[in-house]
């Protein structure tokens, strides 16, 4: 029986972490990077086209090692990692609606030499009714090999290098972001001044326009009667957030109150466009919570034994009554019968 494997399609971090001014795709052992122009040399393919109209271009691999490599080549769509945003590509088996699916290279499977390279034409169809914007995406040398890992699991690691393709098609732009699902979880001591109170802000970004953008985001947050908590530009965002996509991203809020009730307020700006989104938050020690909890208890707990005694007197007061004209009727007809 065949061990099975995982397979991890790392396209990997020296591609898809690296800052945007960068180098040919490389994670060591070999590299993937669009062949220079009459120009100068590329480290992306920089690529505008109008609805109907069809590109032609080349693509670099190059061997790195002293050994002979052969690779699966294909192009695919980009995408935002929804946790920290990284620029990601989709893999071989996924659908592919854009680049992906627009792109044709010349063979879909090379061989390149040791210490070699192979270049490789491609042509990339824009089809009629492709919407104006932004469609990012790359071209993939993907091993097919998979490397066995060590342990129980037998685990496998699958790697790929991708070059990135910024594809423009042409039409009306708009820029648009948004911030949704603003929360704030406080994480407060069990005695109020004994520890830290820290607090989480969790939000996510959409891009809901057709251009990549790269946004800014400001926290700003508020307690009782407008007192300014905190102020600062965030730092942990996408520096590409492209086009449709959501990321989920997290902010730490160190030295947030520990008694004190207000708002926070994210706001997202990005060339023409800027929204904010709030969320209210109580902070509350533990302790104090625990006594208000208890106090709230035995509120409810008297009221329902105040209202309980108050039908029984009730109840009794209203027998009197009725045993007293009772008797009153009784005597009422033997003074007739006198």
């Given amino acids: 029986m065949r061990k099975p494997y995982v397979i991890l399609l790392g396209l990997f971090l020296a591609l898809f972490v690296a800052p945007a001014p960068a180098r040919a795709a490389d994670n060591g052992s070999w590299s993937v990077y669009p062949a220079a122009s009459k120009v100068a040399a590329r480290p992306y393919f920089y690529l505008s086209a109008d609805p109907g109209t069809t590109i032609e271009d080349k693509v670099v691999v190059a061997n790195r090692t002293g050994q002979p490599l052969s690779f699966r080549l294909y192009a695919a769509d980009a995408y935002n990692t929804p946790r920290d945003g990284g ?7 996924e659908k592919q609606r854009g680049v992906g699916a627009w792109a044709k290279p010349a063979k879909s499977r090379v061989t390149v030499p040791p210490h070699g390279r192979v270049t490789v034409p491609f042509t990339l169809h824009v089809p009629e009714g492709a919407e104006p914007g932004d469609h990012p995406g790359a071209l993939v040398a993907l091993d097919e090999k998979i490397d066995k890992g060590d342990g129980s699991l037998a685990l496998g690691v699958q790697r790929a290098v991708a070059a990135r393709v910024y594809l423009r098609v042409g039409g009306p732009t708009l820029p648009a972001i948004s911030v949704e699902n603003v929360h704030v979880v406080h ?12 607090a989480t802000v969790s939000y996510t970004l959409h891009n809901t326009g ?24 965030l730092s942990r ?54 006594l208000l909890s208890a106090a709230l208890v035995v509120g409810v707990a008297l009221v329902i034994r ?6 029984v007197r009730g109840r009794g007061t209203a027998l009197e009554a009725v045993v007293a004209a009772a008797r009153g009727v009784r005597r009422e007809r033997a003074a007739a019968r006198r």
Avoid: M, Y
């Fill in 87 to 93: 620029f990601a590509v989709r893999t071989v088996q």
């Fill in 187 to 198: 994480h407060q001591p069990l005695v109020p001044g004994l520890g830290d109170s820290t």
């Fill in 210 to 233: 057709n251009v990549t953008l790269d946004p800014k985001v400001e926290l700003r947050a508020e307690g009782l009667f407008g007192r300014t908590l905190l102020a600062r530009n």
């Fill in 237 to 290: 965002i996408p520096s590409e957030l492209l086009p449709g996509q959501r990321v989920h991203l997290t902010e730490p809020w160190q030295g947030a109150p520990q008694l004190d009730w207000g708002d926070v307020t994210l706001t997202a700006s990005a060339q023409d466009t800027r929204e904010s989104a709030s969320a209210s938050f109580l902070a509350l020690p533990w302790a104090a919570a625990l």
């Fill in 306 to 311: 105040a209202r309980r005694a108050g039908g």
